[in-house]
């Protein structure tokens, strides 16, 4: 959201004219809808992201650092279990 929002104040103060914004949001939104039904793997990535349970979720547990580090901390992925 952050992306989209310094994209939009720099569209805004190069003073691009609006249709030409619109028209490019629309294009983008259309391509992202046409990935999403031709490919795949990249309707498998948005499905996941919308359903977190449903798929592969091995990099977010790897990835939690709050289970497996330590107070002193021990680096990413140094830590030793209980």
């Given at each position: 959201m952050l992306v989209v929002m310094v994209w939009g104040a720099m569209f805004f103060m190069a003073r691009l004219p609006w249709p030409r914004i619109?028209?490019?949001?629309?294009?983008?939104?259309?391509?992202?809808?046409t990935a999403y039904l031709m490919i795949p793997h990249v309707a498998g990535r948005i499905d996941r992201f919308l359903k977190p349970g449903s798929g592969d979720t091995f990099q977010v547990d790897t990835g939690d650092l709050s289970?497996?580090?330590?107070?002193?901390?021990?680096?990413?992925?140094?830590?030793?279990e209980p």
């Open positions: 619109w028209h490019s949001a629309a294009r983008l939104q259309r391509g992202i809808f289970r497996s580090s330590r107070v002193a901390g021990s680096g990413a992925g140094r830590a030793r």
